[in-house]
C-alpha cells in the first residue's frame, strides 16, 4: 500500500495528475429511528465525480467493507489509486483485496479532511439534500432512499468541479423538440426535481 502519494509532489499535483485513476471511498454515519447507528459506504470516480457504488449497513466489519470493494470493481473496472482515511474498518481483508486487485491504496494525511476534499464535499451533500430532511427507519429504507438520491445525483446534478456537467449523462438522450417546455420530474417526493423536455 502506498502511504502517500509519492517524492517532490505535491498532493494537488497527484490529484490532478492521476485524476483519470484515482476512486476514493468513505463511510457517512447516521442513526435510524431508534437512534442505532447506520452507516453507509461510497466509492466515487474523481475524474466523473460519479458515484460507482453504495453498501448500506449497521456492522462495517473488515469483511463487509471487502465485499463492498470486490462489488464496487467487476470485471476489472478499477482504479489505479484508491483514496481511503485511516478509519479502522479498513482491515487486512480490504487491503487483501486492494492488493490482489491491482489497486494502490492511498492513505490521507491523518486530521487533514481537505486531503480528500471531493469525497467530503460529497458526503456534505448527501446530509443537506437528502437525509436531512427524513427519518431513517432501517437499512432497507436508507439504502432505497440513497439509491434514489444517487440516481438524481449522477444523472441529473450538475456539478461545478466538471463545469457544470453530469457525471453519468445518458449516452443516447432523447432529443426533444426545442420549442418544447422542460417538465419537472419529482426526486424523492418532490425534494428535487429533473428538468427533461418534453418529447
Known amino acids: 500500500m502506498l502511504e502517500h502519494h509519492g517524492r517532490g509532489q505535491t498532493w ?4 490532478r495528475n492521476e485524476a483519470k485513476g484515482i476512486w476514493a471511498c468513505d463511510f457517512l454515519q447516521t442513526t435510524n429511528l431508534f437512534s442505532r447507528p447506520v452507516f453507509a459506504f461510497f466509492v466515487v470516480k474523481h475524474a466523473t465525480r460519479r458515484v ?8 462495517p466489519t473488515d469483511a463487509w467493507v471487502a465485499q463492498q470493494l470486490r462489488e464496487a470493481t467487476p470485471f476489472h473496472h478499477k482504479p489505479k489509486f484508491l483514496l ?17 486487485s491491482g489497486i494502490r491504496i492511498v492513505r490521507t494525511p ?17 446530509r443537506r439534500e437528502c437525509l436531512d430532511h427524513g427519518l431513517i427507519l432501517g437499512e432497507r429504507p ?3 432512499v440513497l439509491r434514489e438520491y444517487l440516481g438524481y445525483f449522477n444523472q441529473a446534478r450538475p456539478r461545478q468541479g466538471i463545469h457544470q456537467a453530469i457525471p453519468d449523462p445518458p449516452r443516447h438522450a432523447a432529443i426533444g423538440d426545442p420549442t418544447r417546455p422542460f417538465h419537472a420530474v ?3 417526493g418532490g425534494l428535487h426535481h429533473d428538468y427533461q423536455r418534453a418529447a
Open 142 to 144: 436508507l439504502h432505497r
Open 84 to 100: 481511503r482515511d485511516n478509519d479502522a474498518k479498513f482491515g487486512p481483508a480490504f487491503a487483501r483485496v486492494a492488493e490482489v
Open 12 to 15: 494537488s499535483i497527484f490529484l
Open 52 to 59: 460507482v457504488h453504495l453498501g448500506v449497513t449497521r456492522h
Open 186 to 188: 419529482p426526486v424523492l
Open 110 to 126: 491523518v486530521q487533514a479532511p481537505r486531503a480528500n476534499a471531493l469525497m467530503e464535499r460529497f458526503l456534505g451533500s448527501v
